[in-house]
């Protein structure tokens, strides 16, 4: 029997929150039913709830990243039980056959994995995410929070945090890396604190040193504005890996001078518009251009566990469900520090 769930959706891209029900599936053998404690922001939300990357699904109810409680479980669930501590990431199910499903790449499914929101599901049917106060998920795509974790600071690195954790671990960073972060903004200021505890020389590319503080705080050992003439020209040749966070348009070129003889430039930050660039700025040191998609349900676990470890966590303000819209013209204009987390009882 499905079941009718307080939720706050967007009706088209120019409308505000309001409070609503959306229907959720009954708890199936290998399900869990999850009472989620905070729903995270993240750009991407508002991207997708205003229409800047594809046509929307309406009514959208946004929030891929989910921290909360089991509540229930189905019979054939062995993974979790009533009460633990869980999160749900950026997608709900795959086909699980696929080259990368069996890779433990899930998020690169070839039949396309089902996002947890502004998505369909195998059965044709509308996904909706966690701006709500329950969410019912196949275990199989479900994440163990550890217990040193708060709930609040956990929610995000359900996306931010795997977002830059994936792309630092594929390109091995460790000690003897330069490693710059482009950006401290939601995803930035996880990546500082990634590469950091994983021993890399971590510099921020900024516009302005206004959250210098906070970047040296986190792990950073060098902080750059691009807003100061000649930044960048000065750090031609210095960085083995460069982890490019923000979503606005950037100057290419420049970035790639300052990679070394097989340096890479890594995309997570996804701008709207079309990037360019010279391919002379890649063939002069054989340098690579790429970009990173979240990571799979084995890689985004380890990241919780190597959070846990190393004591790294978002840094989050807690909001109302009555404060999403002023919550998203602010993180348009990087009024947050770092990510805004919906208190769910709020909704």
């Known amino acids: 029997m499905t079941t009718q769930i307080p939720a706050l959706l967007t009706h088209a891209p120019s409308t505000a929150f309001e409070r609503g029900t959306i229907t959720r599936r009954a708890v199936g053998h290998d399900d869990v039913l999850i009472e989620i404690a905070y729903a995270g922001i993240c750009h991407s939300d508002i991207h997708n709830a205003r229409d800047e990357w594809a046509p929307g699904m309406y009514p959208m109810v ?39 499903c069996q890779a433990g790449e899930e998020q690169f499914c070839e039949q396309g994995a089902v996002m947890t929101y502004n998505s369909k ?78 021993g890399a020389h971590v510099t921020v590319i900024s516009q302005t040193r206004s959250k210098e503080d906070d970047g040296r705080r986190f792990g950073a050992s060098d902080y750059r504005a691009t807003g100061e003439e000649g930044t960048l020209k000065a750090l031609r040749g210095t960085f083995d890996l460069i982890i490019n966070t923000v979503s606005a348009d950037i100057d290419v070129d420049a970035l790639l001078k300052t990679l070394k003889l097989d340096g890479t430039m890594v995309f997570v930050g996804l701008p709207e518009n079309a ?68 208190d769910a009882k709020t909704i």
């Open 62 to 100: 946004p929030g891929h990243e989910i921290a909360g409680i089991v509540t229930e479980a189905g019979p054939s669930v062995t993974k979790f039980a009533v009460g633990d501590r869980v999160g749900v990431g950026c997608f709900v199910d795959s086909c699980g056959q696929c080259g990368p």
């Open 275 to 342: 990037q360019t660039f010279s391919v002379f700025s890649l063939t002069s040191q054989r340098r690579s251009l790429t970009g990173s998609n979240i990571g799979g349900i084995e890689e985004t676990q380890e990241m919780l566990d190597f959070s846990a470890e190393h004591g790294i966590t978002s840094q989050v303000e807690v909001i109302s469900a009555d404060d999403v819209d002023e919550a998203y013209e602010r993180v348009v204009r990087s009024d947050v520090r770092y990510r805004f987390v919906i």
């Open 121 to 198: 599901d195998y059965e044709s049917e509308v996904t909706y995410g966690g701006y709500s106060t329950h969410i019912v998920v196949k275990q199989d795509y479900v994440l163990r929070i550890p217990e040193g974790i708060a709930f609040e600071t956990a929610a995000p690195l359900l996306c931010a945090g795997i977002t830059t954790y994936s792309p630092l671990r594929h390109y091995n960073t460790g000690p003897g890396m330069n490693v710059a972060v482009i950006g401290m903004g939601g995803l930035g200021h996880m990546a500082v604190q990634y590469a950091h505890a994983m």
